[in-house]
């Protein structure tokens, strides 16, 4: 049966459109408790923060009447050419931005100010969507799956070359959309690991018992407990597993044994095994003609080659802003003055606002502005402040509903186009939740990307629009593929 456009409004999804003004409206709160001045100008005056915010909080609507009017096809049939059109656009901010706090990131044009990075997010989600609902498209082989990458990674790329990290690093919530569509769950794991490997290697990376480096022997020990255990939960091969133990035992001992009368770089011990269960995977590989044992191997080298690599990245790749706000978050410096300080303020605006918070526009860090960018990147301390504990955790919730709402509408999508960009929206919108309060709570370095919603930004806020709101316009088509 054709859809009719007089169904749209029975078929758009209206809980989803309802938390969507709940949080643009909360939002809007946000940024008036953030900038707004009592002897300024007045809270709808738009050459005010709260008043412009306010015009883009119209003109999204404006904005979304249009999303919802055209075709759900239309988003399938000119996904290649939005993307295209956003890489140039991306291509063109490099050369014509200027530079803006050391970035290359915003187009100026009069009075507007647009960042391409923002709206990039849903052209790559299109993108990826129209690749992989292609006839007969299979994630597993090797083309296709280069394929996806180059359309995730080709943004990102030119993204990084305007010096804006932080939108950068959102793309790589895109490989949990793979993950769902059928990649190997050795690429996502191997992605974490990383992080978990940087992190312990750098925490106690100036840690040393007698010779041994400490973070260097904990890695490894992971690296050879995580690759013992893959054989485990995919193989059940308990010889091999019994194998690896006795060896690491009788390892352990011998050097435990000479440790007391020379001094014994256990790091090299486990390296040691980590190269001897390398060898015992490939035999059992080559075999059993299999590449199970083979991938765990590779696993197992590259882990090691990424660990050896750490202090290169860290010390010749990372610029000296980004290697400073690593070590305050992990706690191997401390700057108050300098790169902390954003962090600093922001956990004691988020303290004082107590359990209840002290009230909207009553928050008095926010108010004697003690929070660099308290109503962009670091909005989240002001709703902290204003609306203590409470407001925070209902903030919080509203985002976990609207993920999981995300999650159950691509579930429910009868094709590929469909689901695939509602996963990249949900993944999206959970990447920038979990960065966002960790860099405001000091969990996370400080990336500074924006709360979605909340953020003061019309870039910001248009681009998450858009990207909820095509899902939405697909959402309501379902109907008509079947």
């Given at each position: ?25 909360a939002?809007?709160f ?21 008043g ?6 119209g ?41 803006i ?7 100026v044009l ?18 990826l969507a129209?690749?992989?609902?292609g ?28 010096k804006?990290?932080?939108?950068a690093?959102?793309?790589?919530a895109?490989?949990?959309?793979l ?13 974490i ?29 992971l ?141 008095t ?6 929070v ?13 402040e ?42 999206i ?5 979990a ?42 088509a ?5």
């Amino acid at each position: 049966m054709p859809y009719r456009k007089t169904e749209l409004l029975k078929s758009v999804d209206w809980f989803t459109i309802l938390i969507y003004v709940i949080m643009v409206v909360a939002g809007w709160f946000s940024i008036c408790g953030a900038s707004y001045e009592f002897d300024s100008v007045g809270m709808f005056d738009i050459s005010g923060r709260p008043g412009s915010q306010l015009l883009w909080i119209g003109l999204s609507v404006v904005l979304i009447f249009v999303i919802l009017m055209l075709d759900a096809d239309f988003y399938d049939i000119f996904a290649y050419l939005i993307y295209a059109a956003v890489i140039l656009l991306l291509i063109a901010t490099i050369f014509l931005a200027p530079d803006i706090k050391g970035s290359r990131s915003w187009l100026v044009l009069g009075p507007i100010r647009l960042q391409p990075a923002e709206v990039a997010k849903f052209a790559t989600a299109l993108a990826l969507a129209r690749l992989m609902s292609g006839y007969g498209f299979q994630l597993t082989t090797l083309r296709n799956f280069v394929k996806a990458l180059f359309i995730i990674f080709l943004p990102m790329v030119l993204i990084l070359l305007q010096k804006e990290t932080g939108s950068a690093l959102v793309y790589f919530a895109f490989l949990l959309v793979l993950y769902r569509e059928g990649m190997s769950g050795y690429i996502l794991l191997a992605g974490i690991c990383a992080v978990i490997f940087f992190v312990t290697s750098m925490k106690f990376s100036e840690i040393v018992a007698g010779i041994t480096p400490v973070g260097e022997l904990i890695v490894m020990s992971l690296i050879l407990f995580i690759s013992t255990a893959l054989v485990y939960v995919e193989r059940k091969n308990l010889l091999a597993i019994k194998v690896i133990f006795i060896v690491t035992v009788v390892a352990l001992a011998v050097g435990g044994g000479i440790s007391f009368f020379f001094p014994v770089n256990f790091a090299y011990i486990i390296l040691g095994l980590i190269g001897f269960s390398v060898g015992y995977f490939l035999f059992l590989s080559v075999r059993g003609w299999t590449t199970h044992y083979l991938l765990i191997a590779l696993f197992a080298i590259g882990s090691v080659g990424f660990l050896y690599s750490v202090d290169y990245v860290f010390n010749e790749i990372l610029e000296p802003h980004q290697q400073i706000r690593i070590k305050v978050s992990l706690g191997l410096e401390d700057d108050p003055g300098g790169a902390g300080y954003n962090v600093n303020q922001s956990k004691i605006a988020i303290g004082s606002g107590g359990f209840a918070g002290k009230g909207f526009l009553n928050g008095t860090q926010t108010k004697l502005k003690y929070v660099p960018e308290q109503d962009t990147d670091f909005i989240f301390c002001t709703v902290g402040e204003e609306q203590g504990f409470i407001g925070g955790t209902i903030v919080l919730l509203l985002f976990g509903i609207l993920i999981l709402r995300l999650i159950y509408l691509a579930e429910r999508q009868h094709a590929t186009f469909p689901r695939v960009y509602g996963y990249s929206v949900a993944s999206i919108f959970l990447f920038h939740l979990a960065i966002n309060i960790g860099m405001v709570t000091g969990l996370t370095p400080v990336i500074g990307i924006p709360l979605p919603f909340f953020s003061y930004g019309g870039s910001s806020l248009w681009g998450f629009t858009i990207l909820l709101f095509i899902f939405l316009r697909l959402d309501a088509a379902r109907g008509e593929r079947l």
